[in-house]
């Protein structure tokens, strides 16, 4: 099982919107609507931020959003803020009660 | 409140073998799964595995196969990993698996480092 694609690094100023790409296959992310993001900032536990695609848990800003078009899910940070510079990791159920993590992307907020 | 309690870090040689306990509190706990993630020094996350504490057989990684070892009891899962190697050293994760249709992982340990050593 290979890890999901994810993009090394995205930036954004203060206020703009950013997304972060999560690519798999017709195996994972393209057969079943249970992706879910991860938040980690520097030396803590990762926080679940968006989980079956595109829902929020109690608690998370509606800044966040999900989607998924094929093979590739997506998150969205609108209204990019200083806070949000983090290291954001996908996660797609895989069948067979197995999970695939993406590869992880880094958020620069300028 | 919704807490996974690991235990402490641990420093063994190559070719040994750990376990780490994972304790859960204020929940249900054969109501969840528990997965295993673990993350090496400035890397990804990794899924290792998944019990289901009220039965039925763990699931596991394909890079794991033969190498780690799920249990549980009670309130507490166990995870072993035998004959260790330095790629090994990581911080492990225990995370409250949803047993609904989402499947989210919502809670997760505090992380337990494991340093692989000669």
């Known amino acids: 099982q290979s890890a999901l694609t994810q993009p090394a690094s995205v930036s954004g100023s203060p206020g703009q919107s950013i997304t972060i790409s999560c690519t798999g296959t017709?195996?994972?992310?393209?057969?079943?609507?249970?992706v879910s993001w991860y938040q980690q900032h520097p030396g803590k536990v990762p926080k679940l931020m968006i989980y079956?695609?595109?829902e929020r848990p109690s608690g998370v800003s509606n800044r966040f959003s999900g989607s998924k078009s094929g093979n590739t899910a997506s998150l969205t940070i609108s209204g990019l803020q200083a806070e949000d510079e983090a290291d954001y990791y996908c996660?797609?159920?895989?069948?067979?009660?197995?999970?695939?993590f993406g590869t992880g992307t880094k958020v620069n907020v300028l | 409140q919704v807490q996974l309690v690991q235990s402490g870090a641990e420093v063994k040689k190559p070719g040994a073998s750990v376990t780490v306990s994972c304790k859960a509190s204020?929940?249900?706990?054969?109501?969840?799964?528990t997965h295993w993630v673990r993350q090496a020094p400035g890397q990804g996350l990794e899924w290792m595995g998944i019990?289901?504490?009220?039965?039925?057989g763990p699931s596991y990684a394909q890079n794991f196969w033969g190498r780690v070892t799920l249990t549980s009891h009670m309130s507490t899962v166990y995870m072993e990993l035998s004959t260790l190697r330095s790629e090994d050293t990581a911080v492990y994760y225990c995370?409250?698996?949803?047993?609904?249709?989402?499947?989210?992982?919502?809670?997760w340990g505090q992380g337990t480092t494991v340093t692989v050593s000669s």
């Open positions: 995370v409250r698996g949803s047993k609904l249709s989402d499947l989210r992982m919502d809670v």
């Open positions: 204020g929940y249900t706990f054969t109501n969840y799964y």
């Open positions: 019990i289901n504490p009220s039965g039925g």
């Open positions: 017709s195996s994972d992310v393209g057969s079943y609507n249970l």
């Open positions: 079956e695609g595109s």
């Open positions: 996660c797609s159920y895989a069948g067979s009660s197995t999970y695939v």
